[in-house]
C-alpha cells in the first residue's frame, strides 16, 4: 500500500495527486492537520530521513519561529517544533512497501514506480 503524507492544500501534494492518479497509482492520503500525526511516526521518519531533510525550513511556519529557537535546532527540537506545527514538515513524505520518499519530482516518481 502507498501512504502519501501531507497537507491537502499544498500546491506540491496536488502534483504529486495528479501524477499518481494519472499514473493509476493506488494510494491512501494521511492529512497532518486532520488526521494528526504521532511522536513515534514522526521519530521513525526523522531517524530515516534526517531532520534536516524533514523540516522544511522554507515556509512561513518555520520562518516565524524565533531567531533563538532557529540558531539552536536539533534533532529532538526540531521533532518537537514539527509536532506543534505540522506544516513544517517537508512534503509530500510517499510511503511505499515501507520505504519513505521525500518531495516529488515526475523522474523520482517514475523511478519509484517503474
Not at 515501507?98 to 519530482?105: A, E, Q, Y
Request: aromatic share 10%.
Amino acid at each position: 500500500m502507498t501512504i502519501m503524507y501531507g497537507i491537502k492544500n499544498c500546491d506540491t501534494i496536488k502534483k504529486a495527486k495528479k501524477w499518481l492518479e494519472a499514473n493509476n497509482v493506488e494510494y491512501n492520503f494521511h492529512d497532518y492537520r486532520t488526521d494528526g500525526i504521532e511522536e513515534h511516526w514522526l521519530t521513525s521518519v526523522v531517524e530515516q530521513l534526517g531532520w534536516e531533510n524533514v523540516l522544511n525550513k522554507r515556509g512561513t511556519t518555520y520562518r516565524q519561529l524565533p531567531q533563538d529557537i532557529k540558531d539552536q535546532m536539533h534533532k529532538e527540537l526540531a521533532i518537537e517544533q514539527m509536532l506543534l506545527a505540522p506544516a513544517m514538515i517537508k512534503r509530500p513524505i510517499l510511503e511505499v512497501n515501507s520505504t519513505l520518499h521525500l518531495g516529488f519530482k515526475d523522474t523520482q516518481y517514475s523511478e519509484i514506480f517503474s
